[in-house]
């Protein structure tokens, strides 16, 4: 460690911490990437859940969940990106807006490399309660572009937010809503369980490390 480096540290270890977790979360999504590819009990395993998910099925939820799963589509995460983002430009935080900015759309662009590099095929033509997209299925772009929206902006509304119950509320606003539309590719039988649980943890691992270069970045600021 430089001595630029121990002293950015002991100013703020926020920084350190994240980019630890970030390890953490990047390991845990290769071993689960591992797990689907060469160990046929997990796939198994991932394969009878999610068609125990899928077998909730009636009419009124199919309803639900495919409105529920346009709310990740890439067009109205790509909207809410730039409105949320142009925000927070316009209110002069734009450390703050290019941060949503580069980890959502960077975010997703890993997930599309990723998918192509991992090969998974999704679940056969049979299951599919809504048009079966033509990318292939580990991560899910849906689970990880409204992981990251959600949670990036639960993220810039706890910096300013003064009230613990306003954090908490938000927090789970975010959460709900993300992980509906998670549970709603599942549902509609368009992913498996393991794909969107790799897309939230690789989301977990991007946002870390997106967090901890803002920390980074902001520190020396914040410190004079």
Not at 34 to 45: E, R
Not at 63 to 87: E, P
Not at 122 to 134: F, K, S, T
Not at 188 to 205: K, P, Q
Request: overall charge positive.
């Amino acid at each position: 460690m430089t001595r630029y480096s121990a002293i950015l540290w002991r100013r703020d270890p926020r920084p350190g911490l994240l980019v630890l977790l970030f390890v953490l979360a990047s390991l845990m999504f290769a071993a689960l990437v591992a797990a689907v590819l060469l160990y046929h009990p997990f796939v198994a395993f991932d394969e009878s859940l999610s068609a125990s998910i899928r077998s909730l099925s009636t009419p009124r939820l199919d309803t639900v969940f495919i409105a529920v799963t346009h709310l990740g589509d890439f067009w109205t995460v790509a909207v809410a990106t730039l409105v949320f983002s142009g925000a927070l430009f316009l209110r002069r935080r734009r450390g703050e807006a290019l941060l949503v900015a580069l980890t959502v759309t960077m975010g997703a662009v890993l997930g599309t490399a990723f998918r192509a590099l991992i090969e998974r095929a999704r679940p056969g033509l049979e299951y599919a309660r809504i048009p079966l997209p033509d990318a292939y299925s580990l991560p899910s772009g849906h689970a990880l572009a409204s992981f990251l929206f959600f949670g990036i902006a639960f993220f810039v509304v706890a910096l300013e937010a003064k009230r613990v119950s306003t954090r908490m509320w938000t927090l789970a606003g975010c959460a709900a809503i993300a992980g509906l539309i998670a549970f709603s590719r599942v549902y509609l039988g368009v992913h498996y369980f393991g794909d969107v649980l790799a897309s939230w943890i690789l989301g977990s691992a991007w946002l870390m490390l997106c967090v901890a270069v803002y920390f980074a970045f902001t520190a020396p600021e914040q410190s004079r």
